[in-house]
Structures are given as C-alpha cells and as structure tokens.
C-alpha cells in the first residue's frame, strides 16, 4: 500500500485518474465484497460531492456527479442540457440508438442465461451465481449495417463517423475495424430504468424488433 494511503483512498486516486475500472481489479474486486471498503469509498466520493456508479450487468464502475453537486458544477443551463460532454444532438440521437441495439440484447441474453442457470442447479446457489459478463453477452454492431440504417438520419457518414470517434473516446463505445462494441460506460453512465421503458414503447420499438426476429437467441456468445 503506498504510504500515507488506505484501500479507499487508493481507489478513489484511480477512478478519478482512469475514469473507470474493471470489476476484476484487485481493490474493486474487495469493495464489492467488503462492506466495510464499499461505504468508505463512498464517503470519500461523498466527501467531494461524487458517487460510485456500478450495476452488476456492467464489467466495470465508474464515478459521476452527486445531484446535489450538479448545480454548484453545471449551472442551470447545465442541469436543463441533455448532455454535459457537449455531444451534438445528432451524437446524442447515435448514443441512444447504440445503447438500444447493444445494451437492451445484452441484458436480455444476461438474464435468460442466468434464468438457465437457475434452472440446470439446485435452488440454494441460485443466489451465489453472478451475471454472464457484460463482454460475453453484449452484442457487436456492423459499421457499414449501422451507415445504412441510420446515416441518412444521423449526419450522413462523415458526421456519423465523428460522433463515432466521440463517443469511443468518451468510452462508450469501442471499436475493431468494422465492428462497434460496448465501452466502459454505455451501461452505466445511461439510466436503463428511465430509457428502455421509452424506446421499447417509442420510435425504436420496431427496429429493435427486427433485428430480434433476424438474431436467433442461440446466436448469443458462449460463456
């Protein structure tokens, strides 16, 4: 440990230096079993008008604003943006599109393969098997699929290309050559509770449905 340092301020120095870890590093790993370290992280965010973000369908955590700390920060203007990374409001429409084409899927799979699993083993473990991980189940987009679906209405392709690179270094998406694939962040900077309930009821409700009709669930990634 370095001197001067507990865990919880260790922890603290590396997520506001990374912006976010994974679940399996070493200190993330105890705080998520260690109540003690967990509510000392917190207090040490608090303290700084921070909080941790984590949820168990996400492989990593991250830190974001307390809503009392908002206004101090933002300012009203701020607070009543719908973005505080000054993401154009074509980057805004790309960010909730691949949201709902890569996290909605993944947390489908995620939980009818956790309902398999609960099924296949003895009830008294049912509450000790965790989640399949986010990069096991999340699902990868095609470039050139999206470029045609959406690029008319998202910029045509060189502003679809710049919000790309935007949001990759922001760390929601990530990318390999033709494929785009969940970041750090797409699962736990976006309010799933808040949005799914409006795109599943909303404008994307029949895209999402054609592509579940095109993608047999027996074509989700192997744990």
């Known amino acids: 440990m370095t001197a001067g340092l507990d865990d919880a301020a260790l922890l603290v120095a590396e997520l506001l230096a990374q912006r976010w870890l994974p679940r399996s590093h070493p200190r993330v790993r105890r705080a998520l079993i260690d109540a003690e370290l967990w509510q000392q992280l917190e207090a040490r965010l608090a303290a700084v008008g921070l909080r941790l973000v984590d949820n168990i369908h996400a492989d990593h955590v991250s830190v974001a ?3 009392a ?4 920060v933002f300012g009203e203007a701020g607070i009543g ?3 505080n990374l000054e993401l154009p409001r074509d980057g805004v429409a790309l ?6 084409l890569i996290v909605l899927p993944k947390r489908e ?6 309902g398999a699993l609960d099924a296949a083993q003895p009830e008294m473990f049912a509450s000790d098997k965790p989640l399949p991980r986010a990069a ?7 470039y050139r699929s999206l470029l045609a679906d959406f ?3 998202l910029g045509r392709k060189m502003r679809l290309d710049g919000n790309l690179k935007m949001l990759e270094r922001h760390g929601f998406i990530e990318r390999r050559g033709d494929e785009i694939g969940e970041g750090p962040l797409l699962d736990l900077l976006l309010d799933y509770d808040i949005l799914a309930p409006r795109i599943l009821e909303g404008a994307l409700a029949d895209v999402l449905a054609r592509d579940r009709a095109a993608t047999p669930v027996s074509s989700a990634p192997e744990a």
């Open 65 to 67: 604003l307390l809503r």
């Open 69 to 72: 700390s908002e206004g101090a």
């Open 81 to 83: 943006a719908n973005n």
């Open 95 to 100: 960010l909730v599109v691949l949201w709902s």
């Open 109 to 114: 799979r995620q939980a009818a393969r956790a």
């Open 136 to 142: 096991q189940a999340s699902p990868k987009l095609s």
């Open 151 to 153: 690029g008319d209405r």
